[in-house]
């Protein structure tokens, strides 16, 4: 089977295992309760099942399954195999974690130590930032900061997803539109395996927003962000970071400016308010835009177009061909749709 055909069938087997499963699973969070109540905080207004997550999980390991039986990984070096391994396993170990807090309701504390714990395995397994390719500077080896620095991204991006899920459809369209430019990153430069896994999850996270986008069916839970979050930054580690190319160093934080730059603004407000980092709060982007007057479904384009106009700006880095002509595409759709946002402002 031709190579440039196992990343369209991670995408669409992914993206359909997800539009099968995903009303079986909300039966199952209604029969068993396991809903998401409203509150002052929250947006909706009724009970929502958070278990959209086993969907997404289930959709893009099934999917990356599929592409590794059809002989999708046999060209791979042995090391790469490994990393797949370890963005695989870790993923399901985030996964798990996020579906324990959607059930149990974990401790912020206990969750960050099982995200640590799980994002250390996935160092060993070779998901790692061992090294920056810097402008001016070349190749810098990060000797042993390589684990604190792989933590921090892979706890970090995995817990930035979750914090964007405020909306109906949010983190699953960010999630997706990150997806789909790291894949065609990635097969620029070269790295299939990163753009196989990149593909299964855009497939995942899209096909959940014919249920998930405004007004919401089912939410993906924290078991889903985690497991989103997770993998994009791991395809960032194992398919972005280690280019030799200067400019790789900046590319898979372009892809996830949105939602690293809201975590980042969350965490320093609360901090200088002297509120924990870790209490729910309306400081989100989101949140501010809707203060402000703007429709939740337009307010969620908006993030989309942003995040969308920062991909575009990766691609144009990258060197892809015409790379700069679809930031100039996606400028533009940005301006029409801020044009709205101000439009509608109340």
């Not at 998401?36 to 399954?65: C, Q, W, Y």
């Not at 089912?218 to 993998?231: R, V």
């Not at 934080?253 to 609360?270: E, G």
């Not at 209490?279 to 402000?292: G, P």
């Amino acid at each position: 089977m031709s190579a440039q055909l196992y990343h369209p069938i991670a995408f669409f087997v992914s993206m359909n295992v997800v539009l099968w499963s995903t009303p079986v699973v909300k039966n199952i969070g209604l029969a068993s309760g396991q809903v998401d109540r409203p509150n002052e905080r929250k947006v909706h207004n009724l009970p929502m099942v958070r278990l959209g997550g086993v969907s997404i999980f289930g959709g893009t390991v099934i999917a990356l399954a599929i592409v590794w039986l059809l002989g999708g990984f046999a060209t791979i070096d042995p090391t790469t195999k490994w990393e797949i391994l370890g963005v695989t396993l870790g993923g399901l170990g985030f996964f798990l974690i996020g579906l324990a807090d959607d059930i149990f309701h974990l401790t912020a504390i206990s969750r960050l130590a099982m995200q640590g714990i799980v994002a250390t395995a996935s160092w060993f397994a070779g998901v790692r930032i061992d090294f920056l390719s810097l402008p001016f500077e070349g190749m810098v080896q990060l000797s042993w900061l390589s684990l604190p620095i792989t933590i921090v991204w892979l706890v970090g991006m995995a817990n930035a997803i979750n914090w964007i899920d405020g909306l109906d459809g949010l983190a699953a369209g960010v999630s997706g539109i990150s997806a789909l430019v790291m894949l065609f990153v990635a097969l620029f430069m070269k790295q299939p395996a990163a753009a196989i896994i990149a593909a299964a999850l855009a497939g995942g996270a899209l096909g959940f927003l014919r249920y998930n986008f405004n007004p919401a069916e089912i939410f993906m839970g924290d078991g889903g962000a985690y497991f989103m979050g997770f993998t994009l930054a791991a395809v960032g580690a194992i398919g972005l970071v280690k280019t030799t190319a200067a400019t790789g160093v900046i590319l898979p934080y372009l892809i996830l400016a949105v939602p690293i730059l809201d975590m980042s603004t969350v965490i320093l407000s609360r901090i200088k308010h002297g509120k924990s980092p870790f209490v729910a709060d309306k400081r989100h982007l989101h949140h501010r835009l809707l203060k402000a007057g703007i429709p939740q479904r337009l307010t969620v384009v908006f993030i989309y177009a942003l995040t969308l106009w920062l991909g575009s700006l990766a691609l144009g880095f990258s060197g892809i061909p015409s790379g700069w002509g679809y930031a100039l595409g996606a400028t533009l759709l940005l301006g029409y749709i801020s044009w709205e946002v101000r439009r509608n402002q109340k």
